[in-house]
Protein backbone atom coordinates (compact mmCIF):
# COMPACT_ATOMS: atom_id res chain seq x y z
CA UNK A 1 0.00 0.00 0.00
CA UNK A 2 0.95 3.41 -0.58
CA UNK A 3 2.79 4.82 2.23
CA UNK A 4 0.08 7.53 3.16
CA UNK A 5 -3.32 6.34 4.07
CA UNK A 6 -6.62 7.75 5.41
CA UNK A 7 -8.44 6.00 8.68
CA UNK A 8 -11.48 6.34 8.48
CA UNK A 9 -13.40 5.57 12.08
CA UNK A 10 -16.49 4.30 11.37
CA UNK A 11 -17.25 3.65 15.03
CA UNK A 12 -16.96 7.67 15.79
CA UNK A 13 -18.94 8.05 12.54
CA UNK A 14 -21.85 6.39 14.20
CA UNK A 15 -21.15 7.75 17.57
CA UNK A 16 -21.88 11.27 15.76
CA UNK A 17 -25.22 9.77 13.48
CA UNK A 18 -26.66 9.11 16.81
CA UNK A 19 -25.90 12.56 18.64
CA UNK A 20 -27.48 13.93 15.95
CA UNK A 21 -29.90 12.06 15.43
CA UNK A 22 -31.27 12.45 19.20
CA UNK A 23 -31.36 16.43 18.50
CA UNK A 24 -34.41 15.78 15.63
CA UNK A 25 -35.94 12.96 17.80
CA UNK A 26 -38.73 11.81 15.34
CA UNK A 27 -37.74 13.03 11.88
CA UNK A 28 -35.93 10.65 9.40
CA UNK A 29 -32.55 11.25 8.53
CA UNK A 30 -31.11 12.26 5.14
CA UNK A 31 -27.21 11.78 5.44
CA UNK A 32 -25.04 13.89 2.89
CA UNK A 33 -22.60 12.03 1.63
CA UNK A 34 -21.68 14.20 -1.42
CA UNK A 35 -18.15 15.43 -2.40
CA UNK A 36 -16.74 11.42 -1.96
CA UNK A 37 -18.74 11.98 1.49
CA UNK A 38 -16.78 15.08 2.35
CA UNK A 39 -13.51 13.73 1.65
CA UNK A 40 -13.97 10.22 3.79
CA UNK A 41 -15.29 7.67 1.03
CA UNK A 42 -18.46 7.90 -0.23
CA UNK A 43 -19.46 4.17 -0.63
CA UNK A 44 -17.87 2.73 2.61
CA UNK A 45 -19.64 6.10 4.69
CA UNK A 46 -23.05 5.65 3.13
CA UNK A 47 -23.30 1.79 3.96
CA UNK A 48 -22.06 2.65 7.50
CA UNK A 49 -24.92 5.66 7.59
CA UNK A 50 -27.46 3.59 6.20
CA UNK A 51 -26.61 0.73 9.24
CA UNK A 52 -26.81 3.08 11.72
CA UNK A 53 -30.52 4.19 10.41
CA UNK A 54 -29.90 6.53 7.98
CA UNK A 55 -33.37 6.33 5.61
CA UNK A 56 -32.07 8.10 2.58
CA UNK A 57 -28.67 9.31 0.97
CA UNK A 58 -28.01 12.86 -0.51
CA UNK A 59 -25.60 13.73 -2.96
CA UNK A 60 -24.97 16.53 -4.95
CA UNK A 61 -24.48 15.28 -8.61
CA UNK A 62 -26.12 12.51 -10.65
CA UNK A 63 -21.90 11.05 -11.16
CA UNK A 64 -21.78 10.61 -7.17
CA UNK A 65 -25.25 8.90 -7.00
CA UNK A 66 -24.08 6.47 -10.13
CA UNK A 67 -21.15 5.52 -8.15
CA UNK A 68 -23.11 4.42 -4.98
CA UNK A 69 -25.96 2.78 -7.67
CA UNK A 70 -22.82 0.76 -8.80
CA UNK A 71 -21.00 -0.14 -5.41
CA UNK A 72 -24.84 -1.97 -5.01
CA UNK A 73 -26.41 1.19 -2.48
CA UNK A 74 -29.95 0.96 -3.53
CA UNK A 75 -31.60 2.87 -0.80
CA UNK A 76 -33.03 6.36 -2.05
CA UNK A 77 -30.77 9.37 -2.72
CA UNK A 78 -31.21 12.92 -3.19
CA UNK A 79 -30.01 15.18 -6.10
CA UNK A 80 -29.33 18.23 -4.25
CA UNK A 81 -29.40 21.77 -5.53
CA UNK A 82 -31.79 21.99 -8.97
CA UNK A 83 -31.59 19.58 -11.87
CA UNK A 84 -30.22 20.69 -14.96
CA UNK A 85 -32.03 19.48 -18.29
CA UNK A 86 -29.75 18.11 -19.89
CA UNK A 87 -29.17 15.73 -16.21
CA UNK A 88 -32.72 14.52 -16.33
CA UNK A 89 -31.85 11.59 -18.55
CA UNK A 90 -28.68 10.41 -16.16
CA UNK A 91 -30.71 11.00 -12.92
CA UNK A 92 -33.25 8.38 -14.09
CA UNK A 93 -30.99 6.40 -15.43
CA UNK A 94 -29.60 5.85 -12.14
CA UNK A 95 -33.21 5.53 -10.08
CA UNK A 96 -32.13 9.69 -8.09
CA UNK A 97 -34.78 11.57 -6.93
CA UNK A 98 -33.96 15.31 -8.64
CA UNK A 99 -34.82 18.47 -6.68
CA UNK A 100 -36.60 20.79 -8.90
CA UNK A 101 -36.74 24.19 -9.44
CA UNK A 102 -37.35 24.98 -13.00
CA UNK A 103 -40.16 23.64 -15.19
CA UNK A 104 -37.59 23.38 -17.41
CA UNK A 105 -36.14 20.52 -15.51
CA UNK A 106 -39.27 19.03 -14.61
CA UNK A 107 -40.60 18.65 -18.66
CA UNK A 108 -37.08 17.17 -18.87
CA UNK A 109 -37.30 14.64 -16.28
CA UNK A 110 -40.79 14.37 -16.89
CA UNK A 111 -39.96 12.72 -20.21
CA UNK A 112 -36.95 10.68 -19.07
CA UNK A 113 -38.90 8.93 -15.71
CA UNK A 114 -42.42 9.51 -16.53
CA UNK A 115 -44.42 9.28 -12.88
CA UNK A 116 -41.27 9.65 -11.09
CA UNK A 117 -40.94 10.36 -7.41
CA UNK A 118 -39.33 14.36 -7.21
CA UNK A 119 -38.35 17.25 -4.32
CA UNK A 120 -39.06 20.86 -4.75
CA UNK A 121 -36.77 23.52 -3.45
CA UNK A 122 -37.89 26.98 -2.22
CA UNK A 123 -35.81 29.53 -1.80
CA UNK A 124 -36.40 31.22 1.44
CA UNK A 125 -33.73 33.87 1.17
CA UNK A 126 -30.41 32.09 0.49
CA UNK A 127 -30.88 33.45 -2.82
CA UNK A 128 -29.09 30.37 -5.23
CA UNK A 129 -31.51 27.92 -6.29
CA UNK A 130 -35.36 27.17 -5.67
CA UNK A 131 -38.49 28.62 -6.52
CA UNK A 132 -39.73 31.96 -5.27
CA UNK A 133 -41.83 31.54 -2.29
CA UNK A 134 -45.17 33.40 -4.02
CA UNK A 135 -44.47 31.48 -7.00
CA UNK A 136 -44.02 27.56 -4.69
CA UNK A 137 -48.32 27.01 -4.97
CA UNK A 138 -48.22 27.64 -8.92
CA UNK A 139 -44.97 25.54 -9.45
CA UNK A 140 -45.88 22.52 -7.63
CA UNK A 141 -49.57 22.20 -9.46
CA UNK A 142 -47.61 22.68 -12.60
CA UNK A 143 -44.59 19.88 -11.68
CA UNK A 144 -48.07 17.21 -10.70
CA UNK A 145 -49.39 18.28 -13.82
CA UNK A 146 -46.71 16.76 -15.76
CA UNK A 147 -47.46 13.03 -13.92
CA UNK A 148 -44.36 13.44 -11.71
CA UNK A 149 -44.85 12.50 -7.57
CA UNK A 150 -43.45 15.25 -5.23
CA UNK A 151 -42.04 13.40 -2.18
CA UNK A 152 -41.11 16.43 -0.23
CA UNK A 153 -40.89 20.44 -0.09
CA UNK A 154 -37.75 21.86 1.12
CA UNK A 155 -35.39 24.33 1.93
CA UNK A 156 -31.36 25.75 2.65
CA UNK A 157 -30.20 27.85 5.60
CA UNK A 158 -27.92 30.04 4.91
CA UNK A 159 -26.55 31.32 8.20
CA UNK A 160 -27.57 28.58 10.46
CA UNK A 161 -23.86 28.25 11.59
CA UNK A 162 -23.77 32.26 12.46
CA UNK A 163 -27.15 34.06 12.78
CA UNK A 164 -30.30 32.39 14.44
CA UNK A 165 -32.54 35.17 14.13
CA UNK A 166 -32.14 35.06 9.83
CA UNK A 167 -32.10 31.59 10.47
CA UNK A 168 -35.51 31.71 12.05
CA UNK A 169 -36.78 34.20 9.70
CA UNK A 170 -35.72 32.03 7.00
CA UNK A 171 -37.64 29.03 8.65
CA UNK A 172 -40.71 31.11 8.99
CA UNK A 173 -41.17 32.08 5.52
CA UNK A 174 -40.70 28.10 4.76
CA UNK A 175 -42.75 26.98 6.83
CA UNK A 176 -45.66 29.86 5.67
CA UNK A 177 -45.03 29.38 2.32
CA UNK A 178 -45.49 25.59 2.91
CA UNK A 179 -48.95 26.18 4.77
CA UNK A 180 -50.30 28.19 1.49
CA UNK A 181 -49.91 24.81 -0.61
CA UNK A 182 -53.59 23.01 -1.42
CA UNK A 183 -52.49 19.60 0.44
CA UNK A 184 -49.31 18.86 3.14
CA UNK A 185 -46.24 17.78 2.09
CA UNK A 186 -42.93 16.40 3.90
CA UNK A 187 -41.01 18.97 4.51
CA UNK A 188 -37.20 20.11 5.77
CA UNK A 189 -34.64 22.30 6.55
CA UNK A 190 -32.32 21.48 8.96
CA UNK A 191 -28.57 21.21 8.00
CA UNK A 192 -25.57 19.92 10.38
CA UNK A 193 -25.71 23.59 12.29
CA UNK A 194 -29.36 23.78 12.68
CA UNK A 195 -29.59 20.37 13.52
CA UNK A 196 -27.31 21.69 17.07
CA UNK A 197 -28.94 24.55 17.46
CA UNK A 198 -32.37 22.97 17.26
CA UNK A 199 -33.76 24.80 13.82
CA UNK A 200 -36.07 23.12 11.74
CA UNK A 201 -35.86 19.60 13.68
CA UNK A 202 -39.29 19.35 14.30
CA UNK A 203 -39.95 18.56 10.11
CA UNK A 204 -40.23 15.42 8.35
CA UNK A 205 -36.43 14.96 7.53
CA UNK A 206 -33.21 16.63 9.04
CA UNK A 207 -30.49 16.36 6.70
CA UNK A 208 -26.94 16.70 8.41
CA UNK A 209 -24.12 16.62 6.33
CA UNK A 210 -20.04 18.09 7.90
CA UNK A 211 -20.83 17.52 11.39
CA UNK A 212 -21.92 13.48 10.62
CA UNK A 213 -17.95 13.44 10.19
CA UNK A 214 -16.94 15.63 13.48
CA UNK A 215 -15.99 18.78 11.58
CA UNK A 216 -18.29 21.12 13.64
CA UNK A 217 -19.85 23.65 11.48
CA UNK A 218 -18.31 26.20 13.64
CA UNK A 219 -15.90 26.02 16.72
CA UNK A 220 -18.94 26.84 19.54
CA UNK A 221 -20.93 23.34 18.32
CA UNK A 222 -17.77 21.31 18.78
CA UNK A 223 -18.70 19.58 21.76
CA UNK A 224 -19.58 16.04 21.60
CA UNK A 225 -18.56 15.64 18.01
CA UNK A 226 -15.73 13.40 17.43
CA UNK A 227 -13.57 13.92 14.26
CA UNK A 228 -13.98 10.71 11.86
CA UNK A 229 -10.43 11.20 10.00
CA UNK A 230 -6.89 10.79 10.70
CA UNK A 231 -4.27 11.25 7.58
CA UNK A 232 -1.14 9.03 8.52
CA UNK A 233 2.04 8.72 6.34
CA UNK A 234 5.80 7.30 6.52
CA UNK A 235 9.02 8.75 5.10
CA UNK A 236 10.32 7.58 2.24
CA UNK A 237 13.57 9.16 2.83
CA UNK A 238 15.45 10.43 5.97
CA UNK A 239 18.81 12.18 5.26
CA UNK A 240 20.88 15.25 7.20
CA UNK A 241 21.85 18.62 5.08
CA UNK A 242 25.10 20.28 5.83
CA UNK A 243 24.20 24.21 6.91
CA UNK A 244 23.12 26.44 4.05
CA UNK A 245 21.65 23.33 2.04
CA UNK A 246 18.61 24.46 0.11
CA UNK A 247 15.32 22.30 -0.14
CA UNK A 248 12.37 21.36 -2.48
CA UNK A 249 11.07 23.63 -5.37
CA UNK A 250 12.39 27.36 -5.90
CA UNK A 251 14.87 26.23 -2.71
CA UNK A 252 13.03 28.69 -0.52
CA UNK A 253 14.16 26.70 2.69
CA UNK A 254 17.58 26.71 3.86
CA UNK A 255 18.90 24.76 6.81
CA UNK A 256 19.94 26.57 9.06
CA UNK A 257 22.60 24.01 10.61
CA UNK A 258 23.30 20.14 10.28
CA UNK A 259 19.58 19.19 10.19
CA UNK A 260 17.78 16.17 9.62
CA UNK A 261 14.83 16.35 6.67
CA UNK A 262 12.22 14.15 6.21
CA UNK A 263 10.39 13.48 2.94
CA UNK A 264 7.07 12.28 3.33
CA UNK A 265 5.24 10.75 0.15
CA UNK A 266 2.11 12.96 -0.27
CA UNK A 267 1.34 16.77 -1.60
CA UNK A 268 -0.50 19.07 -3.13
CA UNK A 269 -2.18 16.90 -5.99
CA UNK A 270 -3.28 14.78 -2.59
CA UNK A 271 -5.08 17.59 -0.69
CA UNK A 272 -2.45 18.81 1.30
CA UNK A 273 -2.11 22.91 0.24
CA UNK A 274 0.65 24.54 -1.13
CA UNK A 275 -0.10 27.15 0.90
CA UNK A 276 1.56 25.40 3.87
CA UNK A 277 5.25 25.25 2.36
CA UNK A 278 7.39 26.41 5.44
CA UNK A 279 4.49 27.46 7.34
CA UNK A 280 2.80 24.10 7.64
CA UNK A 281 3.20 21.09 10.35
CA UNK A 282 2.52 17.64 10.75
CA UNK A 283 2.47 15.62 13.98
CA UNK A 284 5.55 13.70 15.16
CA UNK A 285 5.70 11.12 18.28
CA UNK A 286 3.52 13.70 20.19
CA UNK A 287 5.58 16.54 19.04
CA UNK A 288 5.32 18.69 15.58
CA UNK A 289 7.58 18.96 12.65
CA UNK A 290 7.89 21.64 10.48
CA UNK A 291 7.46 22.15 6.53
CA UNK A 292 10.47 22.88 5.49
CA UNK A 293 10.52 24.10 1.89
CA UNK A 294 7.67 24.29 -0.72
CA UNK A 295 4.91 21.41 -0.94
CA UNK A 296 5.05 19.91 -4.45
CA UNK A 297 2.46 17.69 -6.37
CA UNK A 298 3.50 14.45 -4.83
CA UNK A 299 5.94 15.32 -1.74
CA UNK A 300 6.04 16.90 1.14
CA UNK A 301 9.40 17.99 3.51
CA UNK A 302 9.91 18.20 7.28
CA UNK A 303 12.34 19.33 9.75
CA UNK A 304 13.24 16.79 12.58
CA UNK A 305 15.41 16.84 15.06
CA UNK A 306 17.26 13.42 14.95
CA UNK A 307 16.98 10.71 12.36
CA UNK A 308 13.95 8.06 12.35
CA UNK A 309 13.89 5.09 10.21
CA UNK A 310 11.49 4.48 7.21
CA UNK A 311 8.42 2.62 9.59
CA UNK A 312 7.83 5.84 11.37
CA UNK A 313 4.32 7.34 11.20
CA UNK A 314 3.61 11.11 10.88
CA UNK A 315 0.62 12.05 11.65
CA UNK A 316 -0.37 14.71 8.64
CA UNK A 317 -4.20 15.22 9.58
CA UNK A 318 -5.40 14.56 13.24
CA UNK A 319 -8.86 13.40 14.31
CA UNK A 320 -9.03 16.45 16.69
CA UNK A 321 -9.10 20.35 16.83
CA UNK A 322 -5.48 20.65 16.73
CA UNK A 323 -4.94 24.01 15.73
CA UNK A 324 -1.81 23.10 13.62
CA UNK A 325 -2.66 19.32 12.28
CA UNK A 326 -6.75 19.07 12.53
CA UNK A 327 -8.57 19.90 9.36
CA UNK A 328 -10.77 22.59 11.60
CA UNK A 329 -7.47 23.85 13.11
CA UNK A 330 -5.53 24.17 9.33
CA UNK A 331 -7.89 25.63 7.85
CA UNK A 332 -8.76 28.40 10.21
CA UNK A 333 -4.71 28.85 9.73
CA UNK A 334 -5.37 29.57 6.41
CA UNK A 335 -8.28 31.89 6.52
CA UNK A 336 -10.95 28.81 5.08
CA UNK A 337 -13.06 26.14 6.27
CA UNK A 338 -12.11 22.64 6.52
CA UNK A 339 -15.23 21.56 3.76
CA UNK A 340 -12.76 22.89 1.43
CA UNK A 341 -9.86 20.84 3.26
CA UNK A 342 -11.93 17.60 3.67
CA UNK A 343 -13.05 17.80 -0.07
CA UNK A 344 -9.94 18.49 -1.19
CA UNK A 345 -8.49 15.13 -0.37
CA UNK A 346 -7.45 12.92 -3.11
CA UNK A 347 -9.30 9.77 -4.23
CA UNK A 348 -5.72 8.56 -4.82
CA UNK A 349 -4.97 8.37 -0.97
CA UNK A 350 -6.27 4.82 0.10
CA UNK A 351 -9.01 4.96 2.93
CA UNK A 352 -9.00 1.89 5.61
CA UNK A 353 -11.53 1.64 7.83
CA UNK A 354 -11.67 0.73 10.79
CA UNK A 355 -14.81 -0.66 12.50
CA UNK A 356 -16.26 0.08 15.88
CA UNK A 357 -14.62 -2.00 18.18
Not at 205 to 227: I, K, N, S
Not at 292 to 318: C, I, K, N, Y
Request: glycine share 12%.
Amino acid sequence: MRPTWLEIDLGALGRNYRRLARRAAGARVIAVVKANAYGHGAAAVARALLGCGAERLAVATSGEGAGLRRAGIDAPVLLLGSLHPDDAEDAARWGLTPTLATLEAARAYAAARPGGGVQVKVDSGMGRVGVPPGELAGFVAAVEELGLEVEAVYTHFAVADEDEVETRRQLAVFLETARALPRRYPLHAANSAAILAGLGTELDFVRPGVALYGLPPDMRTAQGLEPVLAWKARPTQVKRLPAGHGVGYGLSYRSQGEEWIATLPFGYADGFPRALSNRGWVRWRGGYAPVAGRVSMDQTTVRLPEPVGLDEVFWVATPDLDERTSLTGRARALNTIHYELATALSPRLPRVYREEE
